[in-house]
């Protein structure tokens, strides 16, 4: 659900009980500024879904994932 700043500020315990079942964005003059989710949703379920989409690329240890970083910058 995408609600306006203002709107959040009205109804502030409304949307509080709405998070705990849906993600609310809040916007101010067009620009999505913040999100209220629910903490007891799962992200490592969330990541696991995730899972499969990007490209399996080769493993990386740290070391190598830290040199690729430097490297772009």
């Known amino acids: 659900m995408i609600i306006t ?3 959040f500020k009205t109804n502030l315990g ?3 009980e709405m998070a705990a079942s849906q993600d609310i964005f809040i ?3 067009g620009k999505s500024i913040a999100r209220l989710t629910s903490p007891a949703v799962n992200k490592l379920a969330l ?4 899972a499969g989409i990007a490209p399996q ?3 990386m240890d740290e ?3 830290r040199e690729e970083r430097l490297s772009r910058q």
């Open 5 to 7: 700043a203002t709107e």
């Open 47 to 50: 990541l696991d879904d995730l």
């Open 57 to 59: 690329a080769k493993a």
């Open 14 to 16: 409304k949307y509080l």
């Open 63 to 65: 070391k190598a994932i």
């Open 27 to 29: 916007t101010k003059n």
